[in-house]
């Protein structure tokens, strides 16, 4: 994936939605680390000495806004967006830095239906430049079935995405209409992917991760093949969920990294892998981690940690973790109407081995600090 094109990257507590949309179907990191991938227009290994030097990052970054996602455009601005409380529109932030985006100004720059289609839990909305255009894909229910909720795409020709008009492209559409949100987009050696969650008829499950590739930007294409399921104890904690994927591709192989659990401190992080060169619309080529990849800890009092993307930090070389995570382990009432979860972002660090090494959640930034 080209950090020119899209860095994929991005939900609210649905777990208690999941489990009854199931049942109407039937059924970087606390030491630093520097990624080893050049800058757009830098040859690989090569460093630029006039890139500056990321500055410490302010956290939480954005309160109240779950389900980040940050994208870095090749006009110098990174290009802010998350679910807010209140599911009722879509907000964009832009800056230059990425501790800028703390106190950019925001914009609505669509809101939910007063009734019929797109109308409830307008959820996890992600901005993407494809083709010269601007896409919002997003989760939305309508009004007369508010947990009958979709994935959906909104399409801006102009340059800004502050400007011009949003188009509504539709719903994108799946093999079955159930249950389905989380949509991202990646391209690989010049084919482009859709990866979500959904639930399957017939499965034991809330929501598994899924691959297809596309004709359009809001079109699927060819088979749809499920890469992931819950399977492990640390992935069914409450509900038996797989969502909110996001995929870096750096050092030969493609990582994808997902949620999993219920969305309180039981919420966690996932990772599957597969080699660059691989068939990616081949299940077998993806391993996936028995073990989660990014936990609650309570040492720097973070929980719930996960709905992550990815973003680059202002040196062009240096990967950043952007994901929510709150500060408690308690929640008063359903966790669906708990706003504390705030954007936080860290370097993400790199093993030897090549793979990705997501640390700990880092604590707040001390008061006054930086």
């Not at 990174?78 to 501790?99: F, G, Q």
């Not at 007369?144 to 011009?164: C, K, Q, S, T, Y």
């Not at 991202?184 to 929501?207: C, I, K, S, V």
Request: net charge negative; hydrophobic share 40%; charged share 20%.
């Amino acid at each position: 994936m080209s950090r020119a094109d899209d860095l994929p990257d991005a939900a609210p507590d649905r777990r208690l939605v999941l489990k009854g949309a199931a049942l109407a179907a039937g059924a970087l990191a606390a030491v630093p680390g520097t990624a080893h991938a050049a800058a757009p227009g830098t040859a690989p290994g090569e460093m630029s000495a006039r890139r500056p030097k990321p500055a410490p990052y302010v956290n939480p970054l954005v309160r109240n806004r779950a389900d980040p996602h940050i994208h870095r455009h090749s006009d110098g601005f990174y290009y802010y967006t998350a679910t807010v409380p209140e599911y009722d529109r879509i907000i964009l932030r832009r800056s230059r830095t990425l501790n800028g985006l703390a106190t950019a100004a925001e914009s609505v720059v669509w809101r939910a239906h007063p009734t019929g289609e797109m109308a409830a839990h307008i959820w996890a909305p992600e901005i993407h430049r494809i083709g010269g255009k601007w896409y919002l894909y997003f989760a939305a229910a309508p009004s007369h079935d508010v947990w009958a909720i979709r994935m959906w795409v909104l399409e801006n020709a102009h340059p800004d995405p502050f400007r011009g008009t949003w188009v509504e492209k539709g719903q994108i559409k799946t093999a079955w209409e159930t249950f389905s949100l989380d949509a991202t987009t990646f391209t690989h050696r010049g084919t482009r992917y859709l990866a979500w969650a959904q639930h399957e008829p017939g499965m034991d499950n809330n929501t598994a991760l899924w691959l297809s590739e596309m004709a359009n930007p809001w079109t699927l294409t060819g088979p749809q093949v499920r890469l992931s399921t819950p399977e492990y104890d640390w992935e069914c904690v409450g509900f038996k969920v797989n969502e909110g994927a996001s995929v870096i591709a750096r050092n030969g192989r493609l990582f994808m990294s997902y949620s999993a659990g219920a969305t309180d401190a039981n919420y966690c992080m996932g990772l599957l892998t597969a080699d660059a060169d691989a068939d990616l619309m081949d299940p077998a080529n993806w391993s996936k981690s028995p073990v989660p990849v990014f936990t609650s800890d309570d040492a720097t009092r973070q929980y719930g940690p996960g709905h992550n993307s990815f973003t680059v930090a202002e040196d062009g070389r240096t990967d950043v973790l952007v994901y929510h995570a709150r500060q408690y382990k308690e929640i008063d009432g359903d966790p669906l109407h708990d706003p504390n979860r705030h954007t936080r972002v860290q370097r993400l660090g790199w093993k030897p081995d090549g793979t990705p090494d997501f640390g700990i959640p880092v604590a707040d930034t001390a008061l006054g600090g930086a």
